[in-house]
């Protein structure tokens, strides 16, 4: 017979040129996507009362003034302070109504081992204040959009005098509104009073500048409880 036997090589003959199917891909998991950080509220409350022990025992109290001015729970909110001490974020948590939960962006030095953790599960969320922190953004930006509160001192330091325009850039791109809150201490009085909202409107470094002059304002300090 004429018939030529088939090559043993047949296969490899095949895979040289490419005949072969090729193997398919391998099945890479979709990236999920990133979440606002959650509030414990049993967390959040023990924090708050454990934090105004100090106010407390050193024979102070806390009087706070506007609280009318905070919209309702459940809308996006920018809460922006001046700051003068590191009771200033418990005492802001504590003076808000009930049902408003302010997740702070913190200096990430905070969240060590032991304090971490509990900051954590209380909402808050760390920053570096060493860069343009692009995720602590992203982060106030979820957080906003979960009809959240955010809040931030534009000071970045305790006393510090120049305002950053982060916390108009997050209230403009999240579009919520700004919480002006003053923080002063008169005797054995902590005073925390709210200005009404302001919109997130216009340039960045004008909005920056009229919750500057706010903050001044509000920073004064008033008389007796109304």
């Known amino acids: 017979m004429n018939d030529a036997a088939p090559s043993p090589d047949l296969g490899a003959d095949r895979a040289r040129s490419g005949s ?4 398919p891909a391998p ?5 999920e996507p990133e979440l606002a950080p959650v509030v414990n509220p049993r967390v959040y409350r023990f924090v708050v009362d454990i934090t105004y022990l100090p106010v ?7 009087e706070v003034h506007g609280r009318e001015h905070v919209p ?8 922006a302070a001046n700051h003068r001490s590191g009771l200033d974020p418990f005492l802001i948590a504590r003076a808000l109504p009930p049902g408003r939960y302010m997740q ?24 570096d204040r060493n860069i343009s922190d692009v995720k602590a953004v ?16 534009p000071e970045g330091t305790r006393g510090g005098g120049e305002l950053h325009g982060g916390v108009a850039l997050i209230a403009a ?30 340039g960045i470094k004008a909005l920056t500048v009229e919750v500057g002059e706010r903050l001044a304002e509000l920073a004064q300090p008033v008389g007796e409880k109304v």
Do not use: D, N
């Open 104 to 127: 702070f962006m913190a200096k990430k030095e905070l969240f060590g081992p032991i304090t971490g953790p509990l900051i954590t599960a209380g909402g808050s969320y760390p920053v």
């Open 173 to 202: 791109k999240g579009r919520a509104p700004i919480l002006p809150v003053g923080i002063s201490r008169v005797g054995r009085r902590w005073i925390v009073r709210f200005g009404p909202p302001l919109p997130s409107r216009g």
């Open 27 to 31: 099945h890479t998991k979709p990236k």
């Open 20 to 23: 072969v199917a090729a193997l």
């Open 72 to 79: 309702p729970p459940g809308t996006p909110l920018v809460v």
């Open 56 to 62: 407390l025992l050193s024979g102070m109290h806390l």
């Open 138 to 153: 992203r982060t106030s930006l979820r957080i906003l959009a979960a009809g959240g509160t955010v809040g931030i001192f």
